[in-house]
């Protein structure tokens, strides 16, 4: 694992000057993931916000080869980009050793994009695909997808008199891609810089498919100052909404432990998108999202060999 | 010396694809072009290519990959029928866009529903306006060459399009026909080492593939791809009088088939042109100055080309194969008719819905057409414009 120091004095792969809000966490990702490696990096994006802010023609943001073809297909894209480089490797035309990034935002990956994620995982292809996971289709207004987390409120889940927001429970994705056998699975958060850069480079290192969840604040669509965006990627992880833990060849391993599991309340409280939740009516739901969150969390740690 | 062999269209074409030995192919089975993606894994497992050879779990991801591969720089291909194409439908128009040489063989099927396997030519009409170059084949021996030929094509600095290569399902797919190949060597010499424009594995000159183009840039760009489709006639013809020195079976945007001097004739695509060049005989024989014209290239479409070869006859009849459900007519015959408009001589001009779902085309039902043309002809009447050939009413 490099220091800081080290990073700090490496190249940033992506410029600034591109067109995310203010405080958007996915630049803070797209950053901390391309410094993970020192191999040449190949990276596809699902149309999105990512895709959408860095690439406006006649303009780029990526300093390394980038490829959006659309919203669903980002895992098959790349997977036709890296049997490319297998066959043109074996005919001697790139002796090169090249990563392979695909990012998807969490509509492209739980949602339309899960086949084409599926097919690439299942195939083997010597990929890293990264779910930059914002809980919503933000790009095209704060929709619920199914990855938003119960009791949020948007635009198609939208809280009111007779609703307290989303109904569903998120789909854990990362445990739908443990059950795919894959060498590597992670889930990661901004906050902690070098828990995603270091599972980034052992992503990339394996030989084969390997998944990462990150988790990615929005400012719009969480609804919180543009300058808390860091602030609740860690909130997330401290009170175990979103645990940071890995999945090497079917072991799971714990790769943070909060000293003190915060209520969930702690990270609820600081986006609007909740705020109807904390209205005397809906109390009940805070309590059952705290409840599924402790349950979630007493089965991971169990997965793990974690004492609670 | 080429090699003569009985070979179904979809053997036909695996064999070509063996023989171009592509960098990477991704492709996923549907009948009838199953065979294809079957026989040619039996290529890889053999060590006959040494493509890399991509299952994916759909149509979707198909060509999403096969945009990936060629954007990386490989020669890829695909193939599909009728509900696969329409699965692959978004990325379609993204492969013409990026402006990528991949080649499809797409063997003929209706497009659902009602649901049915057989051939009819919904799917690629549907296709006709997503920027891929369309060729169509009359038999295996065509599926083959055009396939050939669709390497070229495709990957002209001119053109740098992709390519559909399209032959009947079933009729052509399944069909075996003494036919003749190239030999490998040739074949490896006529599609030559591809090399790929500003390919996305070139990593020290990065590109960004596919972004954002708003309202500033993607008109001219859109224009671009329209001369391309422009520029392709001309490379089309130039690579069918290679392959022709190479082959010595010759290809142009059309067949004439004894349309010089014919009063009424047939517009066709597909098998039915064989079908009908049967009639043809006959009807020559009895007397009758019958003709044919088998459109081989619908996209580019040859409009002016189609105009002067049907000048002056007295009555024509289009052939479609699909139905556009414009309550006026199918897709070849508004384009022929519209190619038509304001030119002398212009003849008559009927259209036949024909062959939907795989409906048998017979010789009695050509033969039926082609009296309808007399009957034209002579009265200078056209009591209907739109027929459904064969059908129970």
């Known amino acids: 694992m490099a220091t800081l120091k080290e990073l700090s004095n490496k190249e940033v792969l992506v410029s600034p000057g591109h067109r995310a809000c203010a405080g958007c966490g996915f630049p803070v990702i797209i950053k901390q993931a391309l410094l993970a490696t020192d191999n040449p990096v190949v990276v596809g994006c699902a149309t999105g916000c990512m895709e959408v802010c860095t690439t406006i023609y006649p303009y780029t943001a990526w300093k390394v080869p980038f490829i959006h073809n659309a919203f669903e297909n980002s895992a098959a894209t790349v997977s036709g980009v890296e049997a490319a480089y297998r066959s043109l490797k074996r005919r001697g035309k790139i002796d090169k050793k090249i990563d392979f990034i695909a990012f998807g935002g969490d509509g492209g990956t739980y949602d339309i994009g899960f086949q084409s994620l599926s097919g690439a995982m299942e195939r083997g292809h010597d990929m890293l695909y990264i779910c930059y996971d914002n809980q919503a289709y933000m790009n095209t207004g704060i929709q619920r997808s199914s990855a938003t987390p119960r009791g949020a409120n948007t635009t198609t889940s939208p809280a009111g008199s007779e609703s307290y927001g989303k109904k569903q429970y998120r789909k854990n994705l990362t445990e739908v891609m443990v059950a795919h056998g894959i060498p590597y699975v992670a889930q990661s958060s901004p906050a902690m810089w070098n828990d995603l850069v270091s599972k980034v480079n052992k992503g990339l290192a394996v030989e084969g498919p390997a998944f990462m969840t990150v988790i990615q604040p929005c400012v719009l669509g969480w609804k919180y100052p543009s300058d808390q965006t860091i602030e609740l990627a860690r909130l997330a992880v401290d009170t175990c909404f979103w645990p940071l833990y890995e999945v090497v060849e079917g072991e799971y391993k714990l790769t943070y432990k909060p000293k003190e599991k915060k209520p969930l309340t702690d990270f609820l409280r600081k986006q609007d998108r909740f705020r109807h939740l904390f209205k005397p009516e809906n109390e009940h739901i805070l309590a059952e999202l705290q409840a599924e969150v402790d349950r979630e969390w007493a089965v991971l740690l169990a997965k793990c060999g974690e004492q609670a | ?393």
């Open chain 2, 1 to 393: 010396m080429s090699i003569r062999v009985a070979k179904t269209g979809n053997e036909a074409v695996a064999e070509g694809m063996r023989q171009i030995n592509p960098d990477v192919v991704a492709a996923y089975p549907i009948t009838p072009q199953t065979e294809i993606v079957q026989i040619f894994s039996s290529f890889v497992a053999n060590g006959k290519v040494d493509t890399e050879f991509v299952t994916v779990e759909s149509e979707h991801s198909a060509m999403s990959a096969t945009v990936g591969a060629a954007s990386a720089g490989a020669r890829a291909m695909t193939a599909t029928s009728a509900n696969g194409l329409a699965l692959m439908w978004e990325i379609v128009y993204i492969a013409a866009s990026m402006r990528l040489p991949i080649v499809m063989p797409v063997v003929n099927r209706a497009l659902s529903g009602p649901i049915n396997i057989h051939c009819d030519h919904s799917d690629t009409m549907g296709a006709r306006d997503s920027g891929w170059i369309q060729i169509f084949s009359e038999n295996a021996q065509e599926a083959y060459d055009n396939l050939l030929q669709a390497v070229r094509i495709a990957e002209n600095k001119n053109v740098l399009l992709p390519v559909m290569v399209t032959m009947d399902g079933f009729i052509i797919s399944h069909a075996m026909e003494v036919m003749h190949l190239l030999e490998d060597e040739k074949v490896k010499q006529w599609v030559g080492e591809y090399v790929p424009e500003n390919p996305l594995l070139d990593v020290d000159n990065p590109v960004t593939v596919g972004p954002l183009d708003l309202y500033d840039w993607n008109m001219e760009h859109k224009r671009q791809q329209a001369e391309a489709m422009v520029q392709a006639k001309p490379v089309i013809l130039e690579v069918a009088r290679n392959y022709a020195k190479l082959s010595g079976r010759e290809y142009g945007l059309f067949e004439e088939y004894m349309l010089d001097d014919a009063e009424i004739a047939i517009v066709a695509l597909g098998s039915t042109a064989g079908t009908a060049k049967e009639v043809v005989k006959a009807l020559r024989a009895d007397g009758v100055k019958a003709g044919l014209l088998k459109v081989r290239v619908f996209r580019p479409f040859p409009a002016c080309e189609i105009a002067r070869a049907l000048q002056g006859k007295k009555a024509v009849a289009v052939m479609d194969r699909s139905d556009s459900f414009n309550a006026v007519s199918g897709p070849v015959f508004a384009e022929v008719r519209s190619a038509m408009y304001g030119i002398e001589n212009a003849p008559a001009i009927v259209d036949y819905i024909y062959g939907i779902g795989g409906r048998d085309v017979t010789m009695d039902h050509i033969r039926s057409v082609y009296d309808d043309l007399a009957k034209i002809a002579k009265t200078g009447q056209v009591e209907r414009t739109l027929t459904y050939l064969g059908i129970r009413e």
